[in-house]
């Protein structure tokens, strides 16, 4: 006689909704409930970072802004209370051009004993008219790149022990327009995408290094922390979304943008997928990746940020040239 047994099923990890290049951060959050989440966020008075704030706050998450104008933090906190009396919204100050005032702020969110379930890194600087930060990094490399990655490190013990918990770096589809030869040795690659004050190459390039920078990092923290509960994302908002990221670029500048974003997305729609890989339950561990349009995007990428001996080369300088601004 023959006898039969039914295995049981296998649960398969839950499917993402069809979201478009044009969904908004409403149709990300639909049904989606974040009280008890605890998110900070850096850059959050214009461009995507204020849809960002805005609706996870509404969406019930504990949301600490981190920026440097205090009257504009204080202005979008009452905008969000006006919309909803009782969303927790705090502000830090935080000036990502000093290393300092990084730390002052990573000491002031521990200060107020909360977890961090979600860090979005959304700040970011375009053709900075200031060619240095206050510690004399490249600009674009000292705020998009080092002071980041300086906060993550500050915070990593705390985004542990309140896994699973999210990265988010704000990258760019710019990543791949880095120009560093693939077939350079590697501290000569390095060395581009570490560029000193006195670089004279051209805006653009800069802030495509410093977006190489971000999901080199990305990768790397997918590998020493995905282990612990941590997910990471790099994602690229969209192109010519009307942000004031390009203001230093002055008159001409400001008309490109603004012709340019009558035909790209609305801050809503560019915000979307930050918010989607900060808070969908689908894409919780799938870390490690690069995101746009509301989907994971590798097919998109450069192989650059594959190279693994890059990514640990990238961190290791950066935790030297930030060693002591960690205890």
């Not at 896994?163 to 000569?188: M, T, Y």
Request: with cysteine; hydrophobic share 40%.
């Amino acid at each position: 006689t023959f006898q039969f047994f039914l295995l049981p099923e296998m649960s398969s990890p839950p499917q993402l909704p069809k979201f478009s290049p044009k969904s908004d951060c409403s149709q990300i959050l639909s049904g989606i409930n974040l009280d008890g989440k605890v998110i900070l966020i850096t850059g959050t008075t214009s461009g995507i970072g204020i849809p960002t704030a805005k609706y996870l706050a509404l969406a019930g998450a504990h949301v600490i802004i981190a920026n440097r104008n205090i009257v504009q933090s204080q202005d979008q906190i009452k905008e969000i209370k006006d919309q909803k009396n009782d969303a927790k919204v705090d502000f830090i100050n935080t000036d990502l051009s000093s290393l300092d005032s990084v730390v002052a702020a990573a000491n002031t969110f521990k200060s107020m004993n909360l977890p961090l379930h979600i860090l979005i890194l959304n700040a970011g600087v375009f053709s900075p008219e200031r060619k240095a930060t206050l510690d004399n990094f490249e600009t674009a490399f000292g705020v998009n790149h080092v002071a980041h990655t300086l906060l993550v490190t500050l915070l990593i013990d705390i985004l542990k022990a309140s896994a699973p918990a999210r990265i988010v770096f704000l990258s760019s589809s710019s990543h791949a327009h880095h120009g560093i030869d693939s077939s350079l040795p590697l501290e000569s690659k390095l060395d581009c995408l570490c560029p000193s004050p006195e670089s004279t190459a051209i805006g653009y390039k800069l802030y495509s290094l410093s977006k190489m920078c971000n999901f080199l990092t990305v990768r790397k923290l997918h590998r020493l922390y995905s282990d612990e509960g941590i997910s990471t994302y790099a994602v690229h908002p969209g192109a010519c979304i009307p942000t004031n990221i390009g203001r230093t670029y002055g008159l001409g500048g400001r008309i490109f943008f603004k012709v340019a974003s009558l035909f790209t997305k609305n801050l809503s729609q560019g915000a979307s997928t930050t918010v989607l890989c900060a808070v969908r339950p689908e894409v919780e561990k799938i870390s490690g990746k690069y995101w746009q349009d509301c989907r994971e995007a590798e097919d998109n990428t450069d192989p650059l940020a594959n190279d693994e001996q890059l990514q640990d080369a990238l961190y290791d300088r950066t935790m030297e040239i930030t060693k002591k601004y960690v205890k």
